[in-house]
C-alpha cells in the first residue's frame, strides 16, 4: 500500500479546460487496493488555485469521496505558505521514507514544503512529476508551451535537485500515446457503471476538442500517465540520466541532459501504448463512486447539437490566439477547504 498526496491543478468540469488532473484523480480511485490516497493539495497551472480547489472539492462531492480532504495552495510563484505546504509536510513526518508525492502542476507546494520542514526531500519516498521538456514539444505542427515546471521555475529547480527518487513524465513522452475519440466511444459508451458514466459527463466535451482545434482524432491524458507510473512502474520502461539543471531553463520547462550533470532523474516512457491504454481504463471503471449521471436521453441529444457548436467556437478562439494549447480555462472565485 502506497500513502500518496496528490498536488493538482485540477479543472475537470470548467470549460475549455483540460480534464487529466481529475481523470489522474479517478485512476488513483480506481487503485484504492495499492493506494492510500492521504489527500489532494491544490496549485495553480491549468487554471487560478481557487477555481481548482473548487473544481476539485465539486468532483469529490460528486463522486461520493468526500472524505479525502482538501488543502489549498500557494497561488502564485513564491506564495510558499499554505495549508498545502502545511499538509505535505505533516504526512512526510507522519510516513518518513514511506510518503509517495505525485505532482502534475506547478511545484509551489513542494517547494513551500521544503521552507517549512528543510527534511522534507529527505523523508519522502518518492516524487512523481508531470512536466518538462526535453526537446521543443511540437502537437499537430504547433510547438506548444511547457506549462507545468515553467510556472514556479526555482520551486522546480529545488524539487528536481533536492528531491529524492524522483521521476518525471515529460510532455514529449506523454505524445506517444494518443486516447483516440474511437477508442473512448468504444470504451466508455458500452458501459453504464458509475465512473464511466462520470467520465462521460465530464469529458465528452473536452474529447472533441482536439479535433476541432488540431485535426488529432482523440487527446492526451498527460497526468494520468504519471499518476500509473505511481502504481504500475512495470507498465514503463525507466530512462535514468544526469541532467544540468538551472532556473533559466525551467523558466521554459527545459531538461538538459548532460553527463556532467549534478541532477539524476528518470523520465519514464510507456513500454506498450496500447496495453497501457486498456489498463487505464479498466482502472477508471474499477473506481468505486457514487456518482449519479445527469446524462439522461434529452441531454445527450442537446450535446450532439451543442457539442460541435462549442469545438467551433473553440477553433475559433485558438486561432485568434485567445486560447493555449492546454484551453486554460479562467472562471470565479472558488472556496477553500
Known amino acids: 500500500m502506497k500513502h500518496v498526496v496528490y498536488d493538482c491543478d485540477n479543472t475537470l468540469g470548467v470549460l475549455f479546460s483540460d480534464v487529466d488532473d481529475g481523470l489522474a484523480l479517478l485512476y488513483l480511485m480506481g487503485e484504492s487496493e495499492g493506494v492510500d490516497l492521504l489527500g489532494v493539495t491544490t496549485t495553480y497551472g491549468n487554471s487560478r488555485e ?37 499538509f505535505l509536510a505533516e504526512q512526510a513526518n507522519r510516513f518518513p521514507g514511506e510518503l509517495s508525492v505525485l505532482a502534475t502542476g506547478s511545484l509551489t507546494n513542494l517547494e513551500g514544503a521544503y521552507r517549512k520542514d528543510p527534511h522534507f526531500f529527505e523523508n519522502v519516498k518518492e516524487i512523481v512529476l508531470m512536466g518538462g521538456i526535453t526537446a521543443p514539444l511540437v502537437f499537430s505542427k504547433n510547438t506548444m508551451d511547457e506549462l507545468n515546471f515553467s510556472c514556479d521555475p526555482q520551486a522546480s529547480y529545488d524539487v528536481l535537485t533536492k528531491g529524492r527518487n524522483v521521476s518525471v513524465i515529460t510532455g514529449n513522452n506523454c505524445l506517444k500515446v494518443l486516447f483516440t475519440t474511437k477508442e473512448y466511444r468504444e470504451k466508455l ?21 482536439n479535433e476541432a482545434v488540431f485535426g488529432i482524432e482523440g487527446f492526451y491524458n498527460w497526468d494520468v500517465l504519471a499518476a500509473a507510473y505511481l502504481c504500475h512502474p512495470e507498465q514503463f520502461d525507466d530512462h535514468r540520466s544526469c541532467y544540468d539543471l538551472s532556473v533559466k531553463d525551467l523558466e521554459t520547462g527545459f531538461l538538459r541532459v548532460s553527463g556532467d ?8 516512457e510507456v513500454r506498450d501504448a496500447e496495453g497501457f491504454r486498456d489498463h487505464v481504463y479498466a482502472t477508471w471503471l474499477a473506481a468505486d463512486i457514487s ?47
Open 50 to 86: 481557487e477555481k481548482v480547489c473548487e473544481a476539485t472539492l465539486q468532483m469529490l462531492e460528486e463522486c461520493g469521496k468526500e472524505e479525502i480532504p482538501v488543502f489549498r495552495g500557494g497561488d502564485a510563484p513564491g506564495r510558499y505558505e499554505s495549508a498545502a505546504a502545511d
Open 261 to 268: 550533470g549534478l541532477s539524476g532523474l528518470n523520465l519514464p
Open 189 to 209: 459508451y458500452s458501459t453504464h457503471t458509475s465512473a464511466g458514466n462520470f467520465i462521460r459527463d465530464k469529458a465528452d466535451l473536452y474529447a472533441g476538442l
Open 291 to 337: 456518482y449519479r449521471s445527469r446524462n439522461y436521453l434529452p441531454l445527450r441529444a442537446l450535446k450532439r447539437i451543442v457539442y460541435p457548436i462549442l469545438h467551433k467556437a473553440a477553433a475559433v478562439y485558438w486561432n485568434r490566439g485567445k486560447m493555449s494549447v492546454k484551453f486554460t480555462g479562467e472562471g470565479v472565485n472558488g472556496h477553500g477547504a
